[in-house]
């Protein structure tokens, strides 16, 4: 049998769409914030595993939670690592077990009924991360509405970027059922090197739905007492509009939808400059359309 420590990370927080610790974040939150990454990273693997069976993955799961809790002796694994970073600044394990919660479902979930269902997915995949690194920097829990919205925003953003992938390597489909039925398209038109009319249809009916959570989180950055993690919110609030605004206006079956380094910094300069007059309460440079700034072609 596979065990924890034959799962090797598929990618570090370097590959992933939205910025994990970056430099904007203090020195002193990085530790446990790249710890809680390495950990949701091992899950993740575990979850997504090509060849291990349902069976072993929840066992490899079990084990990820025993370490995170202490009761595992993997010293060098990703659940130890959290387990003691959390202990050292008196965390909670809460968010780490929601996600295992996700993580889980993943296992055996395949399909998303409504907006709804997959909303309450959102609640233990993504909602999680952000309340953590909040509880890092020891912000208020009224933050975490607009933290929740903003976050399942970006889980969204993920599975409509990666929606072919998904169904092919995984029988995974985050597009809820319903907005594909109303659309006219099946399932298995993901499978195809490029979207149907009517999965078009689909795709845009969700990232249009979403458009309203980006803009809901738009205030959330200001919630933040924290300058560096507000700067750091209000490049990821950039990230996410730029991206669903791209998902609503081309197909992620045969075109790019993730940003590329020019466009990335381009919304991540304009984001902080923006989140700076804001604290400093000046009228805001005006937000700039999806054609001003660099394409990804």
């Known amino acids: 049998m596979t065990t924890l420590a034959d799962i090797r990370p598929s990618k570090d927080e370097h590959g992933e769409n939205f910025p994990v610790a970056s430099w904007l974040v203090a020195t002193r939150h990085r530790a446990p914030i790249l710890a809680f990454y390495k950990f949701v990273r091992a899950a993740d693997d575990i979850a997504d595993h090509p060849t291990l069976s349902e069976a072993d993955k929840f066992k490899l799961l079990d084990q990820l939670e025993a370490a995170l809790l202490g009761r595992h002796d993997l010293e060098a694994g990703a659940g130890m690592q959290l387990h003691r970073a959390l202990s050292e600044r008196g965390l909670p394990t809460r968010h780490a077990l929601d996600l295992l919660t996700a993580f889980r479902m993943d296992v055996t979930k395949r ?29 208020s829990r009224a933050t975490w509405p607009a933290n929740d919205t903003l976050c399942a925003a970006l889980q969204v ?28 398209a099946s399932v298995e038109s993901l499978a195809a090197e490029k979207a149907s009319p009517a999965l078009l249809r689909g795709i845009r009916e969700v990232a249009a739905r979403n458009e309203l959570l980006v803009r809901e989180a738009e205030s959330f950055s200001q919630q933040i007492r924290d300058l560096r993690l507000a700067l750091e919110v209000s490049i990821i609030q950039g990230v996410a509009g730029r991206l669903n605004r791209t998902l609503q206006q081309r197909d992620p079956l045969s075109d790019r939808v993730h940003l590329k380094k ?7 300069i304009l984001a902080v400059a923006r989140g700076l007059m804001l604290r400093a309460g000046r009228k805001p440079l005006p937000a700039r359309t999806a054609q001003d700034l660099p394409q990804d072609r």
Not at 262 to 268: D, I, R, S
């Open 111 to 139: 399909r998303y009924r409504d907006w709804d269902d997959l909303i309450h997915y959102c609640s233990y995949s993504a909602m999680p991360v952000g309340r953590f690194v909040l509880d890092v920097h020891g912000e």
């Open 157 to 184: 953003i993920n599975h409509l970027q990666d929606c072919r992938a998904d169904y092919q390597n995984l029988d995974r489909v985050y597009i809820p059922l319903d907005a594909l039925q109303r659309a006219g």
């Open 262 to 268: 020019p466009a990335y910094a381009g919304v991540g």
